[in-house]
């Protein structure tokens, strides 16, 4: 298993570069990510992390539509000839990353699309490096799915997209309401409960989250054969991402217990959303 990790700065690259496997970098081109780099930002953190013998990824998780696919397509020209790896959610860039001869740099991450493991390996025969599986199955069903394929790519640590949209919904709310705000550090909550949603508005449209971060740390386990494990930190401070980071390492590699990695993270006052850890998504009436 590879431990990578968002970065919120260039700098925090030497915070983590001792310790993890792989960062992950936005760009202009992320639907969401914990920040976006530019061209010459990523170009140097490549170089710096090849020294390091550290994978360098690019959160690609833009949507497409028709009047981005040029400019998508020159973006990936810029790194083909780079060791750097891309993670996509939109089909479209596969076909891309073929033109280059780059599929097998290519992580397929659709959120919550890939359920199980016929999903997985279908995905997994394409040639890609790695596939992202759903964050709305148990765990149980996750250590299946690795035994089966080599390839899952699994967000263990940060908070999950519940739902997105094309539509600018903040900006839609603010045309029809009487209400004038700034569209950052948006949250939606819902009338019949007290859970805050994290959300984000862009040009690429809006995204929801789930009220908490996700953390697999209680049952890590059963995730020790996917290919990476993912830890974000969007919505949280640097210094408590870094302490988050490297209570995963020091678990992953024994260097501490994961009572004692629990324990930690429990100082860190988060809120968690683990629902889906234990039992499988299911529609129910009742909640609506």
Partial sequence: MELIVSLKSVDMYNQVSSFVDGIVLGCDYSFYSNNR????EIKSLISKAKTNNIKVFILLNIVMHNEYVN????F????????????????????MLNKYNLTSRGIYNPITMITNYMDLLTYDSL???AVGVSNEIPLTDINVCASKSHKV????FGYHPMYQTYRKIASLYKEYSSLDYQNYNLAIKELSKDQINPMIENEFGSIVFRCGVI???EKIELVSNVKYLFLDGIFLDENIQLDVYKIYYDVINKNITKEEGLSKLNKLNLSYSNRFMNEDSVYNPEDF
């Fill in 37 to 40: 780099f530019s061209v010459s």
């Fill in 71 to 74: 400019r998508i397509n020159d």
């Fill in 76 to 95: 990936i020209n810029e790194f083909k000839n780079d060791d750097v790896y891309f993670i996509y959610q939109d089909l479209g860039i596969l076909n």
């Fill in 127 to 129: 040639g890609v490096d």
């Fill in 153 to 156: 790519f699994y967000l263990g």
């Fill in 215 to 217: 953390s697999i740390l």
